[in-house]
Protein backbone atom coordinates (compact mmCIF):
# COMPACT_ATOMS: atom_id res chain seq x y z
CA UNK A 1 0.00 0.00 0.00
CA UNK A 2 2.80 2.46 0.51
CA UNK A 3 4.16 1.63 -2.33
CA UNK A 4 1.32 2.61 -3.94
CA UNK A 5 0.94 5.59 -1.90
CA UNK A 6 4.42 6.75 -3.30
CA UNK A 7 3.12 6.10 -7.17
CA UNK A 8 0.40 8.25 -6.82
CA UNK A 9 2.30 10.86 -4.99
CA UNK A 10 5.00 11.08 -7.69
CA UNK A 11 2.57 10.78 -10.33
CA UNK A 12 0.29 14.02 -8.47
CA UNK A 13 3.49 16.32 -7.93
CA UNK A 14 4.89 15.32 -11.77
CA UNK A 15 1.24 16.32 -13.02
CA UNK A 16 1.31 19.53 -11.35
CA UNK A 17 4.57 19.56 -13.15
CA UNK A 18 3.09 19.33 -16.63
CA UNK A 19 0.26 21.80 -15.85
CA UNK A 20 2.46 24.37 -14.76
CA UNK A 21 4.21 24.17 -18.35
CA UNK A 22 0.89 23.64 -19.94
CA UNK A 23 0.25 26.92 -18.84
CA UNK A 24 3.08 28.32 -20.79
CA UNK A 25 3.57 25.74 -23.45
CA UNK A 26 -0.21 24.82 -24.31
CA UNK A 27 -2.01 28.05 -23.88
CA UNK A 28 0.86 30.93 -24.53
CA UNK A 29 3.08 29.08 -26.56
CA UNK A 30 6.31 29.47 -25.24
CA UNK A 31 8.49 26.51 -24.51
CA UNK A 32 11.55 26.52 -21.71
CA UNK A 33 13.74 23.24 -21.79
CA UNK A 34 14.44 25.17 -18.08
CA UNK A 35 11.65 24.15 -16.54
CA UNK A 36 13.29 21.84 -14.60
CA UNK A 37 15.55 24.25 -13.03
CA UNK A 38 12.73 26.23 -11.90
CA UNK A 39 11.42 22.72 -9.65
CA UNK A 40 15.04 22.65 -8.69
CA UNK A 41 15.16 25.96 -7.33
CA UNK A 42 11.97 25.29 -5.85
CA UNK A 43 13.49 22.14 -4.11
CA UNK A 44 16.67 23.25 -2.95
CA UNK A 45 15.36 26.70 -1.56
CA UNK A 46 12.93 24.79 1.21
CA UNK A 47 15.75 22.01 1.50
CA UNK A 48 18.39 24.60 2.47
CA UNK A 49 15.88 26.58 4.04
CA UNK A 50 14.69 23.99 6.88
CA UNK A 51 18.22 22.02 7.10
CA UNK A 52 20.47 24.71 7.09
CA UNK A 53 18.86 27.58 8.74
CA UNK A 54 15.82 25.94 10.75
CA UNK A 55 13.01 27.69 9.40
CA UNK A 56 9.41 26.58 9.47
CA UNK A 57 8.38 24.43 6.49
CA UNK A 58 5.17 27.05 5.40
CA UNK A 59 7.93 29.18 5.16
CA UNK A 60 10.50 27.97 3.49
CA UNK A 61 7.48 27.03 1.05
CA UNK A 62 6.69 30.94 0.35
CA UNK A 63 10.85 31.60 0.02
CA UNK A 64 10.79 28.78 -2.63
CA UNK A 65 7.96 30.52 -4.71
CA UNK A 66 9.61 33.69 -4.13
CA UNK A 67 12.79 32.26 -5.33
CA UNK A 68 11.58 30.62 -8.02
CA UNK A 69 10.30 33.78 -9.46
CA UNK A 70 12.60 35.90 -8.76
CA UNK A 71 14.52 33.34 -11.21
CA UNK A 72 12.03 33.73 -13.83
CA UNK A 73 11.96 37.43 -13.49
CA UNK A 74 16.09 36.96 -14.35
CA UNK A 75 15.22 34.67 -17.56
CA UNK A 76 12.15 36.30 -18.49
CA UNK A 77 13.07 39.96 -18.74
CA UNK A 78 15.51 40.20 -21.13
CA UNK A 79 13.89 37.20 -23.65
CA UNK A 80 10.47 37.64 -23.59
CA UNK A 81 10.96 41.01 -25.73
CA UNK A 82 12.41 38.94 -28.42
CA UNK A 83 11.68 36.09 -30.71
CA UNK A 84 10.70 33.14 -29.12
CA UNK A 85 13.52 31.32 -29.96
CA UNK A 86 15.94 33.28 -27.43
CA UNK A 87 13.17 32.48 -24.72
CA UNK A 88 14.10 28.84 -25.36
CA UNK A 89 17.50 29.03 -25.71
CA UNK A 90 18.00 30.65 -22.78
CA UNK A 91 15.93 28.97 -20.42
CA UNK A 92 17.82 25.87 -21.77
CA UNK A 93 21.09 27.52 -20.39
CA UNK A 94 19.76 28.80 -17.41
CA UNK A 95 18.66 24.98 -16.61
CA UNK A 96 23.16 23.86 -16.65
CA UNK A 97 23.57 27.02 -14.86
CA UNK A 98 21.49 26.17 -11.85
CA UNK A 99 22.86 22.94 -11.88
CA UNK A 100 26.49 24.84 -12.47
CA UNK A 101 25.33 27.07 -9.31
CA UNK A 102 24.44 24.08 -7.07
CA UNK A 103 27.61 22.06 -7.87
CA UNK A 104 29.66 25.59 -7.42
CA UNK A 105 28.46 26.46 -3.76
CA UNK A 106 28.84 22.65 -2.73
CA UNK A 107 29.86 23.95 0.66
CA UNK A 108 26.11 25.12 1.57
CA UNK A 109 24.16 22.95 -0.71
CA UNK A 110 26.02 19.64 -1.19
CA UNK A 111 26.96 20.22 -4.31
CA UNK A 112 27.16 16.72 -6.26
CA UNK A 113 25.96 14.65 -3.33
CA UNK A 114 22.65 15.90 -3.06
CA UNK A 115 21.10 17.00 0.09
CA UNK A 116 19.67 14.66 2.48
CA UNK A 117 17.67 15.04 6.04
CA UNK A 118 14.86 17.54 4.99
CA UNK A 119 12.44 17.05 6.81
CA UNK A 120 9.23 14.46 5.44
CA UNK A 121 6.20 17.58 5.57
CA UNK A 122 4.29 16.68 2.83
CA UNK A 123 2.50 13.57 2.90
CA UNK A 124 -0.37 12.84 -0.03
CA UNK A 125 -3.32 15.23 1.30
CA UNK A 126 -0.89 17.94 1.54
CA UNK A 127 0.17 17.33 -2.55
CA UNK A 128 -3.20 15.85 -3.29
CA UNK A 129 -4.97 19.22 -2.50
CA UNK A 130 -2.04 21.32 -3.66
CA UNK A 131 -2.40 19.52 -7.31
CA UNK A 132 -6.07 19.88 -7.32
CA UNK A 133 -6.03 23.57 -6.65
CA UNK A 134 -3.65 24.17 -9.64
CA UNK A 135 -5.61 21.70 -12.12
CA UNK A 136 -9.23 23.69 -11.43
CA UNK A 137 -6.74 26.63 -11.73
CA UNK A 138 -5.39 25.60 -15.24
CA UNK A 139 -8.91 24.25 -16.26
CA UNK A 140 -10.66 27.28 -15.97
CA UNK A 141 -7.75 29.57 -17.08
CA UNK A 142 -9.25 28.88 -21.13
CA UNK A 143 -12.51 30.87 -19.79
CA UNK A 144 -11.11 33.71 -18.49
CA UNK A 145 -9.74 36.66 -19.94
CA UNK A 146 -6.56 35.71 -18.99
CA UNK A 147 -6.02 32.61 -20.31
CA UNK A 148 -7.83 33.92 -23.61
CA UNK A 149 -5.13 36.60 -23.69
CA UNK A 150 -2.82 33.46 -23.78
CA UNK A 151 -4.32 32.00 -26.36
CA UNK A 152 -4.20 35.06 -28.93
CA UNK A 153 -0.70 35.29 -28.24
CA UNK A 154 0.04 31.54 -29.06
CA UNK A 155 -1.91 31.75 -32.30
CA UNK A 156 -1.02 35.32 -33.55
CA UNK A 157 1.10 37.63 -31.38
CA UNK A 158 1.00 40.38 -33.88
CA UNK A 159 -2.95 40.46 -33.95
CA UNK A 160 -3.12 39.71 -30.52
CA UNK A 161 -0.89 43.31 -29.78
CA UNK A 162 -3.47 44.92 -32.78
CA UNK A 163 -6.14 44.42 -30.06
CA UNK A 164 -4.23 46.05 -27.40
CA UNK A 165 -2.82 43.28 -25.55
CA UNK A 166 0.41 44.10 -23.81
CA UNK A 167 2.53 40.96 -25.26
CA UNK A 168 5.56 41.48 -23.06
CA UNK A 169 3.83 42.22 -19.52
CA UNK A 170 1.07 39.21 -20.17
CA UNK A 171 4.10 37.09 -21.35
CA UNK A 172 5.99 37.80 -17.75
CA UNK A 173 3.00 37.49 -15.95
CA UNK A 174 2.60 33.78 -17.33
CA UNK A 175 5.91 32.91 -16.92
CA UNK A 176 6.12 34.23 -13.72
CA UNK A 177 2.64 32.09 -12.68
CA UNK A 178 4.33 28.93 -14.02
CA UNK A 179 7.67 29.45 -12.46
CA UNK A 180 5.68 29.81 -9.34
CA UNK A 181 3.64 26.94 -9.24
CA UNK A 182 6.62 24.64 -10.56
CA UNK A 183 8.76 26.13 -8.22
CA UNK A 184 6.01 25.59 -5.22
CA UNK A 185 6.06 22.05 -6.55
CA UNK A 186 9.51 21.28 -6.04
CA UNK A 187 9.23 22.53 -2.05
CA UNK A 188 6.87 19.60 -1.86
CA UNK A 189 9.10 17.51 -4.13
CA UNK A 190 11.93 18.12 -1.33
CA UNK A 191 9.49 17.71 1.69
CA UNK A 192 8.06 14.66 0.00
CA UNK A 193 11.69 12.69 -0.73
CA UNK A 194 13.70 13.98 1.71
CA UNK A 195 16.73 13.87 -0.42
CA UNK A 196 17.46 16.28 -3.63
CA UNK A 197 20.37 16.23 -5.58
CA UNK A 198 21.01 18.92 -8.47
CA UNK A 199 20.84 16.26 -11.13
CA UNK A 200 17.02 15.76 -10.15
CA UNK A 201 15.91 17.78 -13.87
CA UNK A 202 17.96 17.81 -16.53
CA UNK A 203 17.06 19.51 -19.56
CA UNK A 204 15.17 16.07 -20.75
CA UNK A 205 12.67 16.06 -17.51
CA UNK A 206 12.21 19.28 -19.11
CA UNK A 207 11.83 18.67 -22.69
CA UNK A 208 9.39 15.76 -21.41
CA UNK A 209 7.18 18.03 -19.42
CA UNK A 210 7.07 19.66 -23.08
CA UNK A 211 6.37 16.90 -25.46
CA UNK A 212 3.58 15.05 -23.33
CA UNK A 213 1.32 17.78 -23.78
CA UNK A 214 1.57 17.75 -27.39
CA UNK A 215 0.97 14.11 -26.89
CA UNK A 216 -2.63 15.06 -25.20
CA UNK A 217 -3.08 17.84 -27.56
CA UNK A 218 -2.19 22.09 -26.56
CA UNK A 219 -6.18 22.76 -26.79
CA UNK A 220 -6.94 20.04 -24.21
CA UNK A 221 -6.15 20.53 -20.33
CA UNK A 222 -7.91 17.38 -19.56
CA UNK A 223 -5.27 15.87 -22.49
CA UNK A 224 -2.12 16.39 -20.59
CA UNK A 225 -3.25 15.40 -17.65
CA UNK A 226 -4.64 12.00 -18.60
CA UNK A 227 -1.19 11.46 -21.04
CA UNK A 228 0.74 13.16 -17.24
CA UNK A 229 -0.87 10.96 -15.13
CA UNK A 230 -0.38 7.48 -17.62
CA UNK A 231 3.32 8.64 -18.53
CA UNK A 232 4.24 9.47 -14.44
CA UNK A 233 2.11 6.62 -13.07
CA UNK A 234 3.71 3.68 -15.87
CA UNK A 235 6.82 4.56 -14.86
CA UNK A 236 6.90 4.10 -11.53
CA UNK A 237 4.60 1.31 -11.54
CA UNK A 238 7.16 -0.54 -14.31
CA UNK A 239 10.36 0.58 -13.36
CA UNK A 240 11.64 -2.50 -16.07
CA UNK A 241 10.18 -0.63 -18.93
CA UNK A 242 11.88 2.42 -17.54
CA UNK A 243 14.65 3.15 -20.03
CA UNK A 244 12.95 2.10 -22.58
CA UNK A 245 9.60 4.27 -22.20
CA UNK A 246 11.06 7.42 -23.21
CA UNK A 247 12.49 6.16 -26.69
CA UNK A 248 8.43 5.19 -26.72
CA UNK A 249 7.48 8.21 -25.60
CA UNK A 250 9.43 10.23 -27.89
CA UNK A 251 7.93 7.96 -31.03
CA UNK A 252 4.29 8.46 -29.88
CA UNK A 253 4.89 11.90 -30.21
CA UNK A 254 6.07 12.33 -33.83
CA UNK A 255 3.92 9.86 -34.38
CA UNK A 256 0.51 12.29 -33.31
CA UNK A 257 2.64 15.10 -34.49
CA UNK A 258 2.59 13.87 -37.86
CA UNK A 259 -0.58 11.93 -38.26
CA UNK A 260 -3.01 14.13 -36.05
CA UNK A 261 -1.42 17.13 -35.08
CA UNK A 262 -4.05 18.21 -32.39
CA UNK A 263 -3.27 15.77 -30.16
CA UNK A 264 -5.11 12.50 -29.25
CA UNK A 265 -7.72 14.69 -27.32
CA UNK A 266 -7.82 17.42 -29.67
CA UNK A 267 -10.47 20.36 -28.20
CA UNK A 268 -12.06 17.77 -25.67
CA UNK A 269 -12.24 18.71 -22.37
CA UNK A 270 -13.82 16.70 -19.04
CA UNK A 271 -16.44 18.54 -17.80
CA UNK A 272 -19.36 18.71 -16.34
CA UNK A 273 -21.04 20.09 -19.56
CA UNK A 274 -19.55 17.15 -21.39
CA UNK A 275 -21.10 14.57 -19.03
CA UNK A 276 -24.91 15.86 -19.40
CA UNK A 277 -24.26 16.08 -23.18
CA UNK A 278 -23.58 12.59 -23.45
CA UNK A 279 -25.93 11.50 -20.96
CA UNK A 280 -28.85 13.95 -22.67
CA UNK A 281 -27.66 11.85 -26.13
CA UNK A 282 -27.79 8.08 -24.71
CA UNK A 283 -31.52 9.35 -23.78
CA UNK A 284 -33.09 11.31 -26.60
CA UNK A 285 -31.54 8.04 -28.47
CA UNK A 286 -33.65 5.63 -26.34
CA UNK A 287 -36.46 8.00 -27.34
CA UNK A 288 -35.87 7.59 -30.63
CA UNK A 289 -35.72 3.67 -30.56
CA UNK B 1 48.96 33.06 -15.44
CA UNK B 2 51.90 32.76 -17.15
CA UNK B 3 52.58 33.81 -20.69
CA UNK B 4 52.63 30.63 -21.81
CA UNK B 5 50.02 28.62 -20.07
CA UNK B 6 47.90 31.88 -21.58
CA UNK B 7 49.00 30.97 -25.26
CA UNK B 8 48.67 27.36 -24.66
CA UNK B 9 45.09 27.91 -23.52
CA UNK B 10 44.63 30.65 -26.21
CA UNK B 11 45.49 27.70 -28.72
CA UNK B 12 43.31 25.14 -27.21
CA UNK B 13 40.60 27.56 -27.07
CA UNK B 14 40.52 28.55 -30.55
CA UNK B 15 40.74 24.75 -31.55
CA UNK B 16 37.71 23.87 -29.35
CA UNK B 17 36.23 27.36 -30.74
CA UNK B 18 36.45 25.49 -34.30
CA UNK B 19 34.13 22.98 -33.17
CA UNK B 20 31.80 25.34 -31.54
CA UNK B 21 31.53 27.04 -34.84
CA UNK B 22 30.90 24.64 -36.77
CA UNK B 23 28.12 23.20 -34.28
CA UNK B 24 26.82 26.88 -34.32
CA UNK B 25 26.68 26.43 -38.68
CA UNK B 26 25.51 23.64 -38.43
CA UNK B 27 22.44 24.66 -36.47
CA UNK B 28 21.96 27.54 -38.03
CA UNK B 29 21.76 26.72 -41.62
CA UNK B 30 19.20 24.71 -40.40
CA UNK B 31 17.27 28.14 -38.49
CA UNK B 32 17.75 30.10 -41.38
CA UNK B 33 15.75 27.48 -44.16
CA UNK B 34 13.22 26.99 -41.92
CA UNK B 35 13.09 29.38 -38.95
CA UNK B 36 12.96 26.86 -36.00
CA UNK B 37 15.53 25.93 -33.00
CA UNK B 38 16.81 22.59 -34.42
CA UNK B 39 17.69 20.54 -31.42
CA UNK B 40 17.49 16.98 -33.20
CA UNK B 41 21.09 18.59 -34.80
CA UNK B 42 22.73 17.90 -31.24
CA UNK B 43 20.49 14.13 -31.41
CA UNK B 44 23.01 13.50 -34.53
CA UNK B 45 26.09 14.83 -32.95
CA UNK B 46 25.20 12.16 -30.92
CA UNK B 47 24.66 9.02 -33.38
CA UNK B 48 27.87 10.39 -34.95
CA UNK B 49 29.69 10.08 -31.88
CA UNK B 50 28.86 7.02 -31.27
CA UNK B 51 29.08 6.00 -35.15
CA UNK B 52 32.68 7.32 -35.16
CA UNK B 53 33.73 5.09 -31.91
CA UNK B 54 31.76 1.76 -33.70
CA UNK B 55 33.81 2.88 -36.84
CA UNK B 56 37.24 3.62 -35.79
CA UNK B 57 37.21 1.19 -33.02
CA UNK B 58 36.22 -2.23 -35.24
CA UNK B 59 36.40 -0.93 -39.10
CA UNK B 60 38.82 1.86 -39.97
CA UNK B 61 41.97 2.73 -38.37
CA UNK B 62 42.86 5.26 -40.42
CA UNK B 63 41.56 8.77 -39.05
CA UNK B 64 41.23 10.52 -42.34
CA UNK B 65 38.90 7.51 -43.63
CA UNK B 66 36.78 7.14 -39.85
CA UNK B 67 36.00 11.58 -39.91
CA UNK B 68 35.08 10.82 -43.83
CA UNK B 69 32.51 7.86 -43.12
CA UNK B 70 31.68 9.39 -39.65
CA UNK B 71 30.46 12.85 -42.08
CA UNK B 72 28.74 10.67 -44.28
CA UNK B 73 26.51 8.79 -41.78
CA UNK B 74 25.86 12.42 -39.89
CA UNK B 75 24.64 13.89 -43.53
CA UNK B 76 22.44 10.15 -43.88
CA UNK B 77 21.02 10.50 -40.28
CA UNK B 78 20.28 14.58 -41.09
CA UNK B 79 18.66 13.67 -44.26
CA UNK B 80 16.47 11.06 -42.44
CA UNK B 81 15.54 13.20 -39.64
CA UNK B 82 14.38 15.44 -42.29
CA UNK B 83 12.52 12.60 -44.64
CA UNK B 84 10.57 11.19 -41.19
CA UNK B 85 9.90 13.84 -39.02
CA UNK B 86 10.18 17.12 -40.17
CA UNK B 87 8.70 16.56 -44.26
CA UNK B 88 5.58 15.24 -43.17
CA UNK B 89 4.46 18.37 -41.19
CA UNK B 90 6.38 20.82 -43.49
CA UNK B 91 4.21 19.53 -46.62
CA UNK B 92 1.20 20.07 -44.45
CA UNK B 93 2.07 23.91 -43.63
CA UNK B 94 2.02 22.82 -39.82
CA UNK B 95 3.05 25.64 -37.40
CA UNK B 96 6.87 26.22 -36.35
CA UNK B 97 5.85 24.94 -33.17
CA UNK B 98 5.55 21.35 -34.41
CA UNK B 99 8.99 21.60 -36.30
CA UNK B 100 10.25 22.41 -32.70
CA UNK B 101 8.47 20.14 -30.74
CA UNK B 102 9.83 17.14 -33.09
CA UNK B 103 13.20 18.28 -33.27
CA UNK B 104 13.64 17.83 -28.80
CA UNK B 105 11.65 14.71 -29.55
CA UNK B 106 14.41 13.76 -31.67
CA UNK B 107 17.04 14.79 -29.34
CA UNK B 108 15.09 12.62 -26.96
CA UNK B 109 14.45 9.64 -28.49
CA UNK B 110 18.37 9.06 -29.33
CA UNK B 111 19.58 10.04 -25.90
CA UNK B 112 17.37 7.74 -24.24
CA UNK B 113 18.28 5.29 -26.69
CA UNK B 114 21.79 5.60 -26.47
CA UNK B 115 21.15 5.23 -22.38
CA UNK B 116 19.16 2.37 -22.77
CA UNK B 117 21.43 0.65 -24.84
CA UNK B 118 24.74 1.51 -23.64
CA UNK B 119 24.09 3.52 -20.61
CA UNK B 120 26.71 1.91 -17.89
CA UNK B 121 29.71 2.25 -20.39
CA UNK B 122 31.60 4.81 -21.62
CA UNK B 123 33.77 4.97 -24.56
CA UNK B 124 37.11 6.53 -25.85
CA UNK B 125 37.66 6.82 -29.08
CA UNK B 126 41.66 5.14 -30.13
CA UNK B 127 44.91 7.18 -30.84
CA UNK B 128 44.77 7.63 -34.20
CA UNK B 129 48.14 8.68 -33.98
CA UNK B 130 52.12 8.13 -32.70
CA UNK B 131 52.74 11.23 -31.72
CA UNK B 132 49.96 12.66 -30.02
CA UNK B 133 51.95 16.56 -29.78
CA UNK B 134 54.12 18.49 -31.16
CA UNK B 135 56.34 20.63 -29.05
CA UNK B 136 56.57 24.11 -30.94
CA UNK B 137 59.34 26.00 -29.41
CA UNK B 138 58.19 25.12 -26.03
CA UNK B 139 54.50 25.12 -26.57
CA UNK B 140 52.48 21.83 -26.48
CA UNK B 141 50.42 21.37 -29.13
CA UNK B 142 48.06 18.55 -28.88
CA UNK B 143 47.67 16.71 -32.53
CA UNK B 144 43.93 16.44 -32.16
CA UNK B 145 43.27 20.17 -31.11
CA UNK B 146 45.59 21.39 -34.57
CA UNK B 147 43.40 18.60 -36.57
CA UNK B 148 40.41 20.69 -35.14
CA UNK B 149 41.43 23.60 -36.17
CA UNK B 150 42.61 23.19 -39.25
CA UNK B 151 39.88 21.34 -40.59
CA UNK B 152 37.05 23.34 -38.80
CA UNK B 153 38.79 26.07 -41.49
CA UNK B 154 38.78 23.76 -43.99
CA UNK B 155 35.13 22.74 -44.13
CA UNK B 156 33.72 26.51 -42.95
CA UNK B 157 35.45 27.83 -45.74
CA UNK B 158 34.45 25.08 -48.42
CA UNK B 159 30.71 25.48 -46.82
CA UNK B 160 31.06 29.34 -47.71
CA UNK B 161 32.07 28.71 -51.37
CA UNK B 162 29.58 26.43 -51.37
CA UNK B 163 26.80 28.65 -50.24
CA UNK B 164 28.20 31.37 -52.88
CA UNK B 165 29.29 29.81 -56.00
CA UNK B 166 27.32 27.15 -56.58
CA UNK B 167 23.55 26.89 -58.06
CA UNK B 168 22.41 24.77 -55.02
CA UNK B 169 24.00 27.12 -52.34
CA UNK B 170 22.51 30.21 -54.10
CA UNK B 171 19.02 28.17 -53.82
CA UNK B 172 19.67 27.19 -49.73
CA UNK B 173 20.13 30.91 -49.31
CA UNK B 174 17.52 32.28 -51.34
CA UNK B 175 15.26 29.78 -49.30
CA UNK B 176 16.54 31.24 -46.33
CA UNK B 177 15.33 34.90 -46.91
CA UNK B 178 12.11 33.96 -48.14
CA UNK B 179 10.97 29.93 -48.64
CA UNK B 180 8.37 30.94 -50.34
CA UNK B 181 9.24 32.74 -53.31
CA UNK B 182 11.97 30.43 -54.43
CA UNK B 183 9.64 27.38 -55.70
CA UNK B 184 8.10 30.02 -57.90
CA UNK B 185 11.40 30.61 -59.59
CA UNK B 186 11.20 26.88 -60.26
CA UNK B 187 13.37 26.05 -57.15
CA UNK B 188 12.51 22.79 -55.57
CA UNK B 189 11.92 22.92 -52.55
CA UNK B 190 11.95 19.53 -51.41
CA UNK B 191 15.61 19.08 -52.41
CA UNK B 192 16.51 22.55 -51.03
CA UNK B 193 15.33 21.50 -47.19
CA UNK B 194 16.80 17.95 -47.82
CA UNK B 195 20.23 19.30 -48.95
CA UNK B 196 20.42 21.72 -45.86
CA UNK B 197 19.77 19.10 -44.08
CA UNK B 198 22.54 16.62 -45.50
CA UNK B 199 25.02 19.63 -44.73
CA UNK B 200 23.68 20.44 -41.22
CA UNK B 201 24.25 16.50 -40.47
CA UNK B 202 27.39 16.13 -41.75
CA UNK B 203 28.49 19.25 -40.12
CA UNK B 204 27.25 17.39 -37.01
CA UNK B 205 29.00 14.29 -37.76
CA UNK B 206 32.36 16.33 -37.78
CA UNK B 207 31.50 17.94 -34.68
CA UNK B 208 30.33 14.35 -33.45
CA UNK B 209 33.26 12.90 -34.36
CA UNK B 210 35.90 15.56 -32.98
CA UNK B 211 33.78 15.62 -29.79
CA UNK B 212 34.07 11.56 -29.05
CA UNK B 213 37.83 12.38 -29.50
CA UNK B 214 38.54 15.13 -27.19
CA UNK B 215 35.84 13.61 -24.59
CA UNK B 216 34.29 10.32 -23.55
CA UNK B 217 31.30 9.07 -25.73
CA UNK B 218 28.20 8.94 -23.51
CA UNK B 219 24.76 9.34 -23.85
CA UNK B 220 24.41 12.96 -22.71
CA UNK B 221 27.36 13.85 -25.36
CA UNK B 222 24.23 15.60 -27.71
CA UNK B 223 23.76 18.09 -25.20
CA UNK B 224 27.42 19.50 -26.13
CA UNK B 225 25.08 21.28 -28.75
CA UNK B 226 23.95 24.38 -26.05
CA UNK B 227 27.63 25.23 -27.10
CA UNK B 228 26.91 25.59 -30.12
CA UNK B 229 23.60 27.27 -29.89
CA UNK B 230 25.03 29.69 -27.75
CA UNK B 231 27.52 30.46 -30.23
CA UNK B 232 24.51 31.11 -32.70
CA UNK B 233 23.02 33.54 -30.11
CA UNK B 234 26.06 35.45 -29.19
CA UNK B 235 26.49 35.92 -33.10
CA UNK B 236 23.49 36.72 -33.89
CA UNK B 237 20.14 34.23 -34.98
CA UNK B 238 20.50 34.34 -38.74
CA UNK B 239 23.77 34.61 -39.48
CA UNK B 240 26.39 32.38 -39.84
CA UNK B 241 29.60 33.98 -39.88
CA UNK B 242 28.52 35.33 -36.68
CA UNK B 243 28.30 32.12 -35.45
CA UNK B 244 31.62 31.37 -36.65
CA UNK B 245 33.12 34.75 -34.97
CA UNK B 246 31.22 33.54 -31.55
CA UNK B 247 32.09 29.91 -31.50
CA UNK B 248 35.49 30.80 -32.06
CA UNK B 249 35.50 33.63 -29.27
CA UNK B 250 33.50 31.36 -26.87
CA UNK B 251 35.71 28.30 -27.19
CA UNK B 252 38.93 31.19 -26.22
CA UNK B 253 36.82 32.60 -23.48
CA UNK B 254 35.87 29.64 -22.15
CA UNK B 255 39.63 27.90 -22.32
CA UNK B 256 40.94 31.12 -20.39
CA UNK B 257 38.10 30.74 -17.82
CA UNK B 258 38.65 28.04 -17.26
CA UNK B 259 42.53 28.16 -16.32
CA UNK B 260 41.46 31.13 -14.33
CA UNK B 261 38.76 30.58 -12.17
CA UNK B 262 38.06 26.89 -12.49
CA UNK B 263 35.55 24.54 -14.48
CA UNK B 264 32.83 25.01 -11.96
CA UNK B 265 31.73 28.84 -12.46
CA UNK B 266 33.24 28.78 -15.64
CA UNK B 267 29.83 27.60 -16.95
CA UNK B 268 27.92 30.45 -14.61
CA UNK B 269 29.88 33.16 -15.97
CA UNK B 270 28.92 32.28 -19.13
CA UNK B 271 25.28 32.06 -19.28
CA UNK B 272 25.15 35.54 -16.91
CA UNK B 273 26.92 36.75 -20.00
CA UNK B 274 24.32 36.03 -22.38
CA UNK B 275 21.59 37.18 -20.52
CA UNK B 276 23.44 39.92 -19.80
CA UNK B 277 23.74 40.43 -23.99
CA UNK B 278 20.45 39.67 -24.75
CA UNK B 279 19.65 42.64 -22.65
CA UNK B 280 21.91 44.92 -24.01
CA UNK B 281 22.46 43.87 -27.77
CA UNK B 282 19.95 41.06 -28.58
CA UNK B 283 21.01 40.92 -32.74
CA UNK B 284 24.17 39.37 -31.30
CA UNK B 285 27.53 40.00 -33.21
CA UNK B 286 26.33 40.47 -36.96
CA UNK B 287 22.51 39.45 -36.87
CA UNK B 288 20.13 41.12 -38.19
CA UNK B 289 17.56 41.62 -35.20
CA UNK B 290 14.33 38.95 -34.95
CA UNK B 291 11.79 39.94 -33.92
CA UNK B 292 8.90 38.30 -36.18
CA UNK B 293 6.89 36.05 -34.09
CA UNK B 294 7.91 32.48 -34.11
Known sequence: MIFYAKVLETTLLFTMFVLSVYMLSGLTGLFSLGHGAFITLGAYTAGLATTRFGLPIWLAMVLAVVVGMIGGLIIGAPTLKLRRDYFLLVTFGFGEMVRALLLWTAQLTGGAMGLAGIPYAAELPLIGVSTLVVVVFVANLKKTAFGRTCIAIRDDELAAQAMGVNVYAHKIKVFLLSAAIASYGGALLAFNMSFIEPNLFNWLESAKLIVIIFVGGINSVTGALITGIFYYSFGELFRFAHVWRDVLLGVLVILVIVFRTQGLFGNWEFSPAWIKSVLGRKRSGKQGA | ?294
Do not use: C
Open chain 2, 1 to 294: MGSSIFVQQLINGISLGGVYAVMAVGFGIVFNVLKFSNFSHGGVVAITAYAGYYLSRNLISDFWLALAATTLIGGLAGLLVERLVFRPIRIAGKPLTYFFVNSITVAMIVQQFFSAMWGAHYFSYPDFFERTAFNISGLIVSRTYLLMLVISAVVLIALTLFLRATKLGIAIRAASSDIYTPPLMGVNTDVVTGITFLIAGMLAGITGFFLGMTYTVTPFIGSMMIKGIIAAIIGGMGSLAGGVIAGILLGVVEALLIAEVGSSVTPIIIYLGIVLLLLVRPRGIAGKPYTVKA
